[in-house]
């Protein structure tokens, strides 16, 4: 162990152990425990689909998204939703490192194909970036921008409210409150977005972002995400 590795010690990614640079950014026993979603998946969204001959997931074939399409490497589940969980609420912002490496091996043929003018984080409320003390999309977004060579634009899209408890409120009132809750400054104009996000779970959010985008003159929106939920 160096002494860089003492006085500034590095975590797993996934166990969140304190590791040597050496075994950094998952150590050797977590390592054998990564598994990037593998097999037949939703054209649209990119979840697993267990009926091979469907292209599309239940969600996708139930509603139409206004984005064009996605990619996510990992399920959100068992270690990979506690690592994400430490690195939106417990300052783990290091783990971008493998994030960013495991979009380098899974998702640049995605990149390749989209071509993306700009990367953009789902924003957060400002609240919660002064609690918070950092967006965790921007700072995988700024990560992959760096890696790909993609500029990223952090400040165009806000969060100009929370939204209220969605519990309360029928689909339709849900997807206009969450509308309502961003802005896009309208003096930018990008071809080709891909919203950058930790998780994507309804795909709500990125489809309200997408819409939004699109009457802004953006022609073709896409995300990228670490995790996905399982979904229907
Ligand atoms: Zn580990
Ligand atoms: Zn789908």
């Known amino acids: 162990m160096n002494l860089l590795d003492i006085l500034y010690p590095k975590h797993?990614?996934?166990?969140?152990?304190?590791?040597?640079?050496?075994?950094?950014?998952?150590?050797?026993?977590?390592?054998?425990?990564?598994?990037?979603?593998?097999?037949?998946?939703?054209?649209?969204c990119s979840k697993p689909i267990e009926n091979e001959t469907e292209e599309l997931c239940l969600d996708c074939r139930r509603h139409h998204f206004s984005y064009d399409s996605g990619f996510a490497v990992f399920l959100?589940?068992?270690?990979?939703?506690?690592?994400?969980?430490?690195?939106?609420?417990?300052?783990?912002?290091e783990y971008a490192q493998f994030y960013g490496q495991m979009m380098n091996l899974f998702a640049s043929d995605y990149i390749n194909r989209w071509k993306p003018d700009v990367l953009m984080p789902v924003p957060i409320h400002r609240e919660k970036l002064v609690k918070?003390?950092?967006?965790?999309?921007?700072?995988?977004?700024?990560?992959?921008?760096?890696?790909?060579?993609?500029?990223?634009?952090a400040k165009s899209l806000k969060r100009k409210r929370r939204t209220r408890a969605q519990k309360e409120l029928n689909p339709q009132e849900r997807k206009k409150n969450l509308r309502e809750a961003f802005t896009l400054n309208k003096k930018v104009k990008y071809d080709t977005v891909v919203l950058v996000d930790d998780i994507y779970t309804t795909g709500s959010t990125v489809d309200v972002l997408a819409g939004l985008l699109k009457e802004n003159g953006a022609k073709k929106v896409y995300f990228l995400t670490v995790c996905i939920g399982k979904g229907l």
């Not at 040597?20 to 990564?34: A, D, F, G, N, Q």
């Not at 959100?76 to 912002?93: A, N, T």
């Not at 950092?134 to 993609?150: D, P, R």
């Open 132 to 153: 918070r003390g950092y967006n965790q999309a921007q700072v995988l977004a700024e990560t992959l921008g760096g890696m790909w060579g993609i500029p990223v634009d």
């Open 12 to 44: 797993c990614a996934l166990c969140d152990r304190a590791v040597t640079s050496r075994e950094y950014p998952v150590c050797i026993s977590c390592r054998k425990e990564l598994k990037p979603i593998i097999g037949p998946r939703c054209m649209n």
């Open 76 to 93: 959100y589940s068992g270690k990979m939703k506690d690592s994400v969980l430490r690195f939106k609420y417990q300052g783990r912002q």
